[in-house]
T-cell receptor, first 117, second 115 residues
């Protein structure tokens, strides 16, 4: 069974600074996807960024980038130039791919990020 | 318009009540999901529907009863709940049932409190 671990329950960063959220996962699969979701106080989970395991290049979306280390099973999220609107709970998630795998997302426990003015 | 709409936003119910949560998606997706979100725990997948057929029930107690009349609507019927069932219930949809790696689109959830 796959598991996702987020070891930082809470983090804080100053506005305009850079912060990195950690995520590790455990799987015996070779093909999979990894995601970071953001859940602001409005409660709606929003997809921030996704990574396909077969791609060596780290995914980037504007101020958000990941450091994907497949051998170490690590998938950290870097937020550059933090903004007050980045304050939210961030969830790391895993999904198998290929071979008839169903679309099941497995989540970590989340990291609550507070951006301070 | 979020694409996935959940009602009600908040719900307080007694342990002997019967209530229903509603989820509607306007995205033309084929798969829909119910998740339970409790503090300090990973999101728990409860039910999965593909083209309105239930494909997964993750050992959810029978006091939770899902219904999917079509690919756009998903309900969660609740009866004789326990206080530990208090949580945020999230609905999500995805374009494909078999892993396409596009992730899910989520609703804003229903905050359920059982008293």
């Amino acid at each position: 069974a796959q598991t996702v671990t987020q070891s930082q329950p809470e983090m804080s960063v100053q506005e305009a600074e850079t912060v990195t959220l950690s995520c590790t996962y455990d799987t015996s699969e070779n093909n999979y996807y990894l995601f970071w979701y953001k859940q602001p106080p409005s409660r709606q989970m929003i997809l921030v960024i996704r990574q396909e395991a077969y791609k060596q290049q780290n995914a980037t979306e504007n101020r958000f980038s990941v450091n994907f280390q497949k051998a170490a099973k690590s998938f950290s999220l870097k937020i550059s130039d933090s903004q007050l609107g980045d304050t939210a709970m961030y969830f790391c998630a895993f999904m198998r791919s290929g071979g008839g795998a169903t679309n099941k997302l497995i989540f970590g426990t989340g990291t609550l990020l507070a951006v301070q003015p | 318009e979020t694409g996935v709409t959940q009602t009600p936003r908040h719900l307080v119910m007694g342990m002997t009540n019967k209530k229903s949560l509603k989820c509607e998606q306007h995205l033309g997706h084929n798969a829909m999901y119910w998740y339970k979100q409790s503090a300090k725990k990973p999101l728990e997948l409860m039910f999965v529907y593909n083209f309105k057929e239930q494909t997964e029930n993750n050992s959810v107690p029978s006091r939770f009863s899902p219904e999917c009349p079509n690919s756009s609507h998903l309900f969660l019927h609740l009866h004789t709940l326990q206080p530990e069932d208090s949580a945020l219930y999230l609905c999500a949809s995805s374009q494909e049932f078999f892993a396409g790696g596009n992730g899910y689109t989520f609703g804003s959830g229903t905050r359920l409190t059982v008293v």
